[in-house]
């Protein structure tokens, strides 16, 4: 599964990256494919190792604040690994044909 998610505390004032760069490092020590970008981490994982990663994340970003926010976001198949990359893979590959056509 992939599961795509953004964690932030509330509270914490203006800048939250302190606490972003925390559970980032939460995600990067798990050993488990991921990417981050300006918007969402994205983890690749078994269903209970990456609910586990994201609730370590939540628990790192809120020692930063009382209340932390939770946006996620998942795709659940069974059976496929190398998404994580493979999904952009296939885009970029139909992009290339369209362009050659």
Known sequence: MLVAFSVAPT?????????????VEVVRE??????????FTTIEGEWDECF??????????GRHGGRVSLVLKADIRPGHVGELTGKVDRLEARLQQRNQG
């Open 30 to 39: 798990s050993g488990l494919p991921n990417s981050t970008d300006a918007m």
């Open 52 to 61: 586990d990663v994201v609730r370590r994340a939540c628990e790192a970003a």
């Open 11 to 23: 509270g914490a004032g203006e800048s939250v990256s302190e606490a972003v760069a925390d559970a």
